[in-house]
Structures are given as structure tokens and as C-alpha cells.
């Protein structure tokens, strides 16, 4: 029996493959979700380092699902997409909210609470973090620098805190903290809105920008 090779394709299909191949390339800015998880998780730390608000599960709640999990799924799709300070940045700082909120809770049980000297040292090296993340952010916008200028401080005003045990230290950390997370949620609903509107809106600074507010494509 003769096999009929007729092709039932409708133009129809052919735009539906179409639209299947741009999906397949087009991936969203992950950017808005790491800042966010970052900004909000970082508020609230610092309003209890502040002394504003008292120590709750919610700390901890925020920690794990925006501070961590936001983040950590914005540095997977940062590396997607060929970003390896973003990539970097939110994997890591992910993962340090989840390793926060292991030592808060302490759930194992089969090792001392952490002392200050031990919180200190974690501190720095999160602070080193954080710096290296200022220099690598130098040729990004005026608003991502200052995101991680004031989380550097934040790192460094901690391990001082824990180093002396000065609770004037860990308010500073907490103001400067509360800062650097409403900074993180500014840069994240400026690129939200410079997205969707295809032009800037809000705000960012961007290297060489004079402040025109020129159209830019969407998802760049």
C-alpha cells in the first residue's frame, strides 16, 4: 500500500510553531524576583537588628521563602540566561538565608548554638562577599551599586557587633540594613516597570544615561 505523505500543516501551526520557537529563546528577566526576595527579606532582619519590631517566625518564614527560594530560583534562571554576577550573586545570597535560618533554629541539636565569635567571622566573610559583589557591580546602574554598597556595610556593622558586642553596632547594621532593602525593592520595581513599559520610569542611573527616559525594547 502506497503511504500517503501529505502534509496536513495549516498556517495556523505554522505560526503556532512559530510562537513555540520565540518561547524557546525569550526568557524572562529574573532580576525583579532576586531583588524583591533580597529587599524584603533584608527589611525585616533588620527592622528586629533595629529594634523595631520584636523576634518572630516570621523572620524566619520571610528567610526561607523570599530571602532564600526567591533568590535561589533568580540566580538559576540568571545563569540561564548567561549572567554570572546575577547567577552569582542570588544563588549565594540564597543560600545564605537558608543558612541563617538553619542557625537560628538550630534544628539538628547535635552542636552548640552559635556564639558571637563564630557569627562574627561569618559575618566578614559574607561582608568580603558583598564587597567583591560592589566591584563587580561598578559597571552596572547607580541604583544596583548602592544595593550592595549598604548590604557591605550591613555584613561589615554585624561581625563588628558580634566582634565587641555593641548593640549600638547591630542598630546601625539594622537602619543601614532597612536601606539597602528598600533600595533592593527599588531597583526591582524600576526594572519591573522598565520592562513592561519599555522605557525607564522609575529612576536607575544607568551608566552614560543623562536621564532622557529613552524607550528601550522589552526585555532587555
Not at 547591630?170 to 527599588?186: D, F, M, P
Request: aromatic share 12%; charged share 15%; with cysteine.
Amino acid at each position: 500500500m502506497e503511504r500517503n505523505n501529505t502534509n496536513f500543516a495549516t498556517p495556523f501551526a505554522g505560526e503556532m510553531e512559530g510562537r513555540m520557537e520565540d518561547n524557546k529563546i525569550r526568557l524572562a528577566d529574573p532580576l525583579p524576583l532576586g531583588l524583591i526576595g533580597l529587599g524584603m527579606a533584608t527589611v525585616i532582619l533588620s527592622l528586629y537588628h533595629a529594634e523595631i519590631i520584636f523576634p518572630s517566625v516570621v523572620i524566619a518564614a520571610v528567610g526561607i521563602a523570599l530571602g532564600g527560594l526567591a533568590q535561589v530560583i533568580a540566580g538559576v534562571f540568571a545563569f540561564k540566561q548567561g549572567s554570572t554576577f546575577w547567577g552569582t550573586g542570588f544563588l549565594a545570597l540564597g543560600l545564605f538565608w537558608w543558612a541563617q535560618v538553619f542557625i537560628w533554629l538550630n534544628p539538628l541539636e547535635v552542636m552548640d548554638e552559635a556564639d558571637e565569635m563564630s557569627m562574627a567571622f561569618f559575618m566578614v566573610l559574607w561582608g568580603a562577599f558583598a564587597l567583591f559583589m560592589l566591584i563587580g557591580s561598578l559597571r552596572q546602574n547607580v541604583a544596583v551599586k548602592f544595593v550592595f554598597l549598604t548590604l557591605t556595610i550591613t555584613f561589615f556593622a554585624l561581625a563588628f557587633s558580634d566582634f565587641m558586642g555593641m548593640m549600638l553596632a547591630l542598630q546601625i547594621a539594622g537602619y543601614v540594613g532597612i536601606v539597602c532593602g528598600a533600595a533592593a525593592l527599588y531597583t526591582a520595581f524600576a526594572l519591573l516597570l522598565k520592562s513592561e513599559h519599555g522605557r525607564e520610569v522609575m529612576r536607575l542611573c544607568e551608566p552614560g544615561d543623562a536621564g532622557n527616559g529613552k524607550e528601550v525594547k522589552k526585555g532587555e
